[in-house]
């Protein structure tokens, strides 16, 4: 069993640690003595003007939250880190010209480092990078969603844009595939090669995580690959053995492209395996 303490303002939802997409967010863990309990504390936003506090005690057969002399019966629930990826709820479509506006809400709407880079990082030189931060390279996206093909996917969950995936050819990422990167490409699949395909970039949108997005995003990216004819897709995650934090996990997690089929074809680093799933 375990017990769940929450402090409003907080937004309740068949997730308590569920981002409230009102505003910011904390979740911690704590055990008793005997590491027979852990008790997680949330706090966020909610429109109720009053204070108040509930328990959530949960058994394999009959989660239920209490508050206020309340009861809330839910379907499904797991505390974070081991919750059921949603993924069967879970769209991804490719960012034409008309989803522009919905990459942009993944990105954050000029807040956070996603609406300073822009997907631009791996396309152009570092100095005019540095230089063309924020709406400079916004404006360069922009303009490269409008000149086509896609260059990634989009994941919706209930309608809402929830995640970004940069997926395609290597060549449309040209700084991704230098000799010195941990990226670079291997002699049997040239970056000149138009079947040969990469991701080079996640990101999930505020208040989202932790709902198996990174997941659909890279099932939809593989599907995507191969209606395009790719014959391999390569990607370069990190091999996480200890905590990280969201941003510095921008490439994907090995854990996740292994469960895909990816295999281990370099390694560069000790904790960036550059991995790949042959389509063809």
């Known amino acids: 069993m375990a017990l769940l303490s929450v402090q409003w303002p907080c937004r309740v939802s068949s997730s308590l640690y569920e981002p409230s997409r009102r505003g910011p967010y904390q979740t911690t863990r704590m055990a008793d003595e005997h590491g027979r309990r852990s008790t997680y504390s949330h706090s966020g936003w909610h429109p109720k003007p009053y204070p108040c506090s509930f328990f959530f005690y949960r058994t394999p057969r009959t989660p239920l939250l209490h508050c206020i002399g309340t009861t809330y019966h839910f379907d499904s629930f797991?505390?974070?880190?081991?919750?059921?990826?949603?993924?069967?709820?879970?769209?991804?479509?490719?960012?034409?010209?008309?989803?522009?506006?919905?990459?942009?809400?993944?990105?954050?709407?000029?807040?956070?480092?996603?609406?300073?880079?822009?997907?631009?990082?791996?396309?152009?030189?570092?100095?005019?990078?540095?230089?063309s931060l924020r709406e400079t390279n916004r404006k360069l996206f922009h303009e490269r969603v409008d000149a086509g093909p896609p260059p990634g996917l989009i994941a919706y969950l209930d309608g809402e844009p929830v995640g970004w995936i940069q997926v395609g050819p290597r060549s449309d990422v040209p700084n991704w595939n230098g000799p010195r990167r941990l990226t670079a490409p291997t002699p049997d699949a040239p970056a000149d090669d138009p079947g040969v395909w990469g991701i080079s970039c996640f990101a999930t949108r505020a208040g989202w995580r932790r709902h198996g997005i990174a997941t659909a995003l890279l099932e939809g990216a593989i599907e995507w690959a191969r209606k395009n004819e790719a014959r391999v897709l390569d990607a370069c995650p990190v091999d996480a053995g200890e905590k990280r934090q969201p941003i510095s996990l921008y490439h994907g997690v090995a854990s996740m492209f292994r469960r895909a089929g990816f295999r281990e074809v370099a390694r560069r680093r000790h904790d960036r395996p550059l991995m790949r799933l042959q389509l063809v």
Do not use: H, N
């Open 78 to 131: 797991d505390l974070p880190g081991t919750m059921p990826a949603m993924r069967s709820d879970i769209q991804t479509k490719p960012l034409t010209p008309d989803r522009w506006d919905d990459v942009a809400v993944v990105f954050g709407g000029g807040r956070g480092v996603c609406s300073q880079c822009w997907c631009m990082y791996w396309r152009l030189p570092r100095k005019e990078f540095e230089q």
